[in-house]
């Protein structure tokens, strides 16, 4: 068993690189990037907790007659829907309101906290519970309801030990996939004073023990959503813990926080996206709750919330939606696969990305939801491998968006150095004789570049080595080695 | 934008939305390439067969060059490619069987009520049971009798969310069970409410043989049949016990909700 020895991994802390002035966030991601690689003891933690993942991840997989088809059908029901989102989205709220819902846009971040915070004073609430919710995360509520004064509990065990340490999440799907047991026994040793363990199953139920008075006691409770149905005005949260049940259960209030690109058209559809948002994103057959809500506790049912309102936020998603190239980036499931097979994701850590989506998928979107400017550095971390292509269950091409934010940063702020770098390849790789003499200048003067380490290569080579130069060119080891092969397998090969 | 002053934050995301569309989006990567030519006619309806999914037939029709629709649902074309329901009541019951016992759900067949009432009598005085929640159903009634135990009636005059908390099982009916997943289908209108199947550490579901559905879809029509379009304001497919993977991603049963899941198979 691989025990992570080294001291707990310096981390970037996102809500620090968003407050901070623009292209630190670079400076930050190449910074934390270094850090991370070199901690190797961090790096072998993230893998041995991955490793399951991908076992049962294809067990699941291979119990589908056939994946990739049905990644066809989840692609099309995803892409069919967001471009009807003009018509999906007001048939979702009507539906959503004849269920006795209530409905509130939010243009940006700042409109959503104020709503959510107007809620929290209206319902003059004691005690909030919370769920998991990515979209909070994208807008900082905590902090914002405990700004005013209000206590907020995370529900969720990752999310609740995140809390307590202080952090945001790692990942977006695996909050504190990067905290050892021994680590979390210390933290709940601190905060709630329970004696110390090794055992995953204690810890979980001290969590447990914990948080059950919490649900009970709580005025509000705080949801994300997984899915809109238009048809049918309900909204899905997909969880495996029971927490989002309970916090959907038990208080007066009911508010959950969804992006407006989440919306399906028909019930239906959810029995394709369900199991495969399970499989690609867990590897299980069907996370354990996946509940659908339609408004709050009706006449004749037992319990349920009095009120159940709907935050649907835009924050710069119909940007997305206005470029056709990306659109397909909205039909993201939040199933976190793609963050599970990325090689950088891997090497560099969750928190690295100072973003609220790690990985390639939020490599992809943060340059739209927060500028071009100033994330498209997250573009350039790719190694153009194309696993996350693979990977994701709705068939968005990641790999290729990463390519398409290069393209355009490129454009809108090109780097001169860059461009004369590529006009001078241009003009020596069109003259043969210019780029054989190239090539023989570098051969020779290789090891003194080596040991001169000029500030182009000093970067690059500060983790790398060169190659030892070859004798020759390519193209006379090639001519050489065609003149030794007998002329009949020289015509086959042709 | 210069023209949002004076709209509400619904008219300017709807605005936003509608002037995004106006340029439409190919399709899905991997599904464009034989297509192309035939999304960019905008005028005719035509039925657009996409590559990846000849075969099967998926179609998207497009009514205008940026309002395509599915002329034929994703999940009827997808159900053949997902996990197998199973083609007969038997195949169903045997998938059904299999799958919770790898969620490590208990699964306890009887041929009647009086042996399921024997059987959760069995139970409840092996895990030493205090109080049990229940609530009117004709499965679960008649079950109660013979419970070694007190018992806590849920309904919707009186709830006690406190009273519920104390009890150390809930026993609830469900709207339909899934073989291709080992899913149950429970609901706020057939289950007791919300709390019932999830705040009590042991959730014990009865269900007849002929609730069991091949299908997710399946089991969504049985509800909506049922309901007949007034859907409850809960409905909730549950997959095993409770469970997390939050620390070190290793699998621990009963994270918030129920750590046991048993359902007593009567007929």
Redesign the interface.
């Known amino acids: 068993m691989i025990v992570n020895d080294s001291s707990a991994p310096s981390v970037g802390h996102p809500s620090a690189a968003e407050t901070q002035p623009p292209r630190l966030a670079k400076k930050r991601f190449l910074h934390d990037a270094a850090e991370h690689v070199r901690d190797t003891g961090h790096r072998a933690f993230v893998r041995k907790?991955?490793s399951?993942?991908y076992a049962s991840r294809d067990v699941q997989k291979a119990?589908?007659?056939?994946?990739?088809?049905?990644?066809?059908?989840?692609?099309?029901?995803?892409?069919?829907a967001?471009?009807?989102?003009?018509?999906l989205?007001?048939r979702f709220v009507a539906n959503f309101e004849a269920?006795?819902g209530q409905v509130h846009?939010?243009?940006d971040a700042e409109?959503a906290r104020t709503i959510v915070l107007g809620l929290v004073r209206a319902a003059r609430a004691k005690a909030i519970i919370k769920s998991k919710c990515m979209t909070s995360e994208e807008i900082h509520l905590n902090a914002a309801i405990e700004a005013e004064g209000y206590g907020v509990v995370e529900?969720?065990?990752?999310e609740f030990?995140q809390q307590l340490r202080g952090e945001p999440p790692y990942h977006f799907v695996?909050?504190?996939?990067h905290?050892?047991?021994d680590e979390?026994s210390d933290l709940f040793g601190k905060h709630l004073g329970t004696p110390p363990t090794d055992s995953?199953?204690e810890?979980?139920?001290i969590?447990?023990r914990h948080?059950?008075r919490l649900?009970?006691d709580a005025d509000i409770g705080i949801t994300g959503a997984n899915f809109l149905v238009a048809e049918?005005g309900?909204i899905s949260i997909t969880e495996?813990?029971?927490?989002a049940?309970?916090t959907?259960?038990?208080p007066r209030v009911h508010i959950a926080i969804s992006g407006?690109e989440k919306v399906v058209e028909?019930?239906?559809?959810?029995?394709?996206l369900?199991?495969m948002l399970a499989t690609a994103g867990?590897g299980?057959?069907?996370?354990?709750?996946?509940?659908?809500?339609?408004?709050?506790?009706?006449?004749?049912?037992?319990?349920?919330p009095e009120e159940m309102h709907l935050v649907?936020l835009?924050n710069s998603r119909?940007?997305i939606?206005?470029d056709?190239?990306q659109?397909?980036s909205l039909?993201c499931i939040r199933c976190g696969a793609c963050l599970n097979v990325c090689p950088i994701f891997k090497n560099v850590g969750g928190f690295t990305y100072g973003t609220t989506y790690q990985g390639p998928i939020g490599s992809v979107i943060t340059p739209h939801l927060r500028g071009v400017a100033d994330w498209n550095h997250l573009s350039a971390a790719s190694s153009l491998c194309g696993a996350c292509?693979d990977a994701c269950p709705?068939?968005?091409?990641i790999a290729?968006h990463l390519l398409h934010n290069r393209r355009n940063a490129a454009r809108t702020a090109p780097n001169a150095w860059e461009k004369l770098g590529h006009r001078l390849f241009a003009m020596v790789a069109r003259r043969p004789w210019l780029f054989g003499l190239g090539g023989a200048v570098f051969r020779r003067t290789l090891p003194l570049l080596k040991a001169v380490r000029p500030p182009l290569l000093r970067d690059w080579l500060a983790s790398r080595d060169l190659p030892a130069a070859p004798r020759q060119s390519f193209r006379r080891q090639w001519d050489h080695r065609r003149s030794q092969q007998p002329a009949a397998s020289r015509e086959g090969s042709a | 934008m210069s023209g949002e002053t004076g709209m509400?934050?619904?008219e300017?995301?709807?605005a936003?939305?509608?002037?995004?569309?106006r340029?439409?989006?190919?399709?899905?990567?991997?599904?464009a390439a034989e297509s192309q030519s035939q999304v960019r006619q905008p005028q005719q309806r035509a039925a657009v067969t996409?590559s990846?999914?000849a075969s099967?037939g998926?179609s998207?029709a497009h009514a205008s060059n940026?309002?395509?629709?599915?002329t034929v649902?994703?999940?009827?074309?997808?159900r053949?490619?997902?996990?197998?329901g199973g083609e007969t009541p038997a195949e169903r019951l045997q998938l059904l069987i299999e799958?919770l016992g790898?969620?490590r759900a208990i699964v306890q067949q009887v041929p009647d009520l009086t042996a399921a009432s024997d059987y959760l009598l069995t139970i409840a005085r092996e895990r030493d049971w205090h109080r049990v929640a229940w609530?009117p159903h004709p499965l679960v009634e008649p079950l109660l009798a013979g419970v070694p135990c007190a018992t806590y009636r849920?309904?919707?005059a009186d709830?006690d969310?406190?009273a519920l908390?104390s009890c150390d099982a809930g026993i609830t009916s469900c709207e339909a069970l899934v073989a291709?997943?080992?899913?149950l289908l429970v609901s706020?209108?057939t289950s007791?409410?919300?709390?019932?199947s999830?705040?009590p550490h042991v959730h014990v579901v009865v269900a007849t043989c002929d609730q069991i559905v091949a299908?997710?879809?399946d089991a969504?029509h049985a509800a909506?049949a049922r309901h007949d379009g007034h859907?409850?304001?809960?409905?909730?497919?549950?997959?095993?016990?409770?469970?997390?993977?939050?620390?070190?991603?290793?699998l621990?049963l009963?994270?918030?909700?129920?750590k046991e899941l048993i359902l007593i198979l009567v007929g």
């Open positions: 907790a991955l399951g993942y119990r589908f007659r056939d994946w990739e088809h049905a990644r066809d059908a989840a692609s099309l029901a995803k892409w069919s967001v471009n009807q989102l003009d018509e989205l007001p269920n006795g846009w939010a243009r409109e529900s969720d065990l990752g030990i695996f909050p504190c996939m905290v050892r047991r979390i995953p199953e810890l979980t139920m969590a447990r948080m059950r649900y009970v049918t309900q495996n813990e029971g927490n049940r309970l959907a259960a038990l407006i028909h019930l239906d559809d959810l029995a394709v369900l199991p867990a299980q057959p069907m996370t354990c709750y996946n509940t659908l809500y339609a408004g709050p506790r009706r006449p004749g049912e037992a319990d349920g649907l835009d119909t940007a939606l206005a056709p190239e659109r397909d039909h292509t709705v068939r968005i091409d290729h | 509400s934050a619904r300017v995301i709807l936003r939305i509608r002037e995004a569309l340029v439409p989006a190919p399709l899905p990567h991997g599904l996409t990846g999914a099967a998926i998207v940026r309002l395509p629709t599915l649902l994703p999940e009827e074309v997808a053949p490619w997902l996990p197998d799958n790898k969620l609530h849920v309904d919707a709830f969310k406190n908390e291709q997943t080992g899913s706020s209108a007791g409410g919300r709390a019932l999830i705040l299908t997710l879809a969504l909506q859907l409850p304001s809960m409905l909730s497919f549950i997959t095993g016990p409770s469970r997390t993977g939050d620390i070190e991603r290793i621990v009963g994270a918030h909700g129920p």
